[in-house]
């Protein structure tokens, strides 16, 4: 089983910037493929950022340009450095690790940009 938590959000004004941590524990999550979601109320899940075990990312065509998702392979630990931030940024932030049989999920951090 991996265990995931997501830590960093908070209240920021528009054009801020904020980073994301996402630490995996009960296993190495390396060779793991990662990414962030994002849900807002009354949406679903939006993929957000994904970084492949090898350290390639792709990203959601709303935050190109603006967000940043990187890993630390020794801390097994995933960010997501968001920059320029809008109010429709807006949402819960989720973590996820795409295992060999199964998806594991964190609990979300809430991410709320002033306008």
């Known amino acids: 089983q991996v265990q995931l938590v997501e830590s960093g959000g908070g209240l920021v004004q528009a054009g801020g910037s904020l980073r994301l941590s996402c630490a995996a524990s009960?296993?190495?999550?390396?060779?793991?493929?990662m990414a962030w979601y994002r849900q807002a109320p009354g949406k679903e899940r939006d993929f957000v950022a994904q970084?492949?075990?090898?350290?390639?990312?792709t990203y959601a065509e709303s935050v190109k340009g603006r967000f940043t998702i990187s890993r630390d392979y020794a801390k097994n630990t995933v960010y997501l450095q968001m920059n320029s931030l809008k109010p429709e940024d807006s949402a819960v932030y989720y973590c996820?690790?795409?295992?060999?049989?199964?998806?594991?999920w964190g609990q979300g951090t809430q991410v709320t940009v002033s306008s």
């Open positions: 009960g296993r190495t999550v390396g060779s793991y493929h």
């Open positions: 996820a690790a795409d295992g060999p049989t199964r998806r594991f």
């Open positions: 970084i492949t075990w090898s350290g390639s990312g």
